[in-house]
């Protein structure tokens, strides 16, 4: 049981660092920003570390909370950890959260004029599927408690919210579908920007419709 345990650990920590890595690469994030966390089985939570770049992770180095959410073990947490918990603590199907401060989507949450019940139109099928209704919270500093009480608060509904002047906080079922997700936010918020003052043709009310009575991606 003990190995098991241990092995599904180990599993989370390598899947982690190959994220990290993989949005590093791609520009999705850059420096020492963004953030990732697994929800392990046996409870408790795996996130990344202050001041570490998703580049360049070392496993073995990766903060361990237990499931009171208490540190207990690897480098500090980051300050941002708690966006990561209130979105848990909301989502019971969350088994893993990906935060990031990616170009496209940052300048989206600073736009005059955005509906902050939603931010993005629905452009795509897939940013329908994999997103849903976009939220924004209103700017609060990195670290604030307040902070990650807005996001709890916005989060039982909403698997993916856009911190303004910040960027997005996205939960999934799996880091791959977390991943995805956020991938698919920053790619649509990219088209959005692109189309600036153009007259667009969304998805009409009918099609959203269709897709999220049979992705809810809620």
């Known amino acids: ?46 996130m990344t570390p202050t001041n570490a770049s998703l580049g360049d992770l070392d496993p ?9 959410g208490r540190h207990i073990g690897g480098d500090a947490p980051t300050k941002e950890g708690a966006l990561h918990l209130a979105m848990y603590s909301q989502r019971q199907d969350a088994r893993a959260v990906v935060h990031l401060h990616s170009t496209h989507s940052v300048a989206v ?23 849903g209704r976009l939220p924004l919270v209103p700017y609060l500093p990195p670290g604030d408690a307040e902070l990650a009480k807005a996001v709890g608060a916005l989060s039982g509904a909403h698997h993916a919210v856009l911190l303004a002047n910040h960027g997005p906080v996205v939960a999934g079922t799996s880091l791959a579908n977390a991943q995805y997700a956020t991938e698919e936010l920053e790619e649509t918020a990219r088209l959005f920007l692109l189309l600036g003052t153009r007259a667009i043709r969304p998805l009409t009310s009918q099609q959203v419709a269709v897709l999220r009575q049979r992705f809810d991606p809620k």
């Open 1 to 46: 049981m003990i190995d098991s345990i241990r092995h599904a650990e180990n599993l989370a920590r390598t899947d982690i660092v190959k994220v990290g890595k993989s949005l590093f690469e791609r520009g999705l994030t850059f420096g020492s920003t963004g953030n990732i966390s697994i929800r392990l089985d046996e409870g408790g939570w795996l």
């Open 60 to 68: 073995a180095r990766l903060s361990l909370f237990d499931s009171t």
């Open 109 to 131: 949450s600073m736009l005059e004029g955005i509906d902050p019940l939603d931010v993005l139109p629905p452009l795509t099928a897939y940013y329908v599927m994999r997103v």
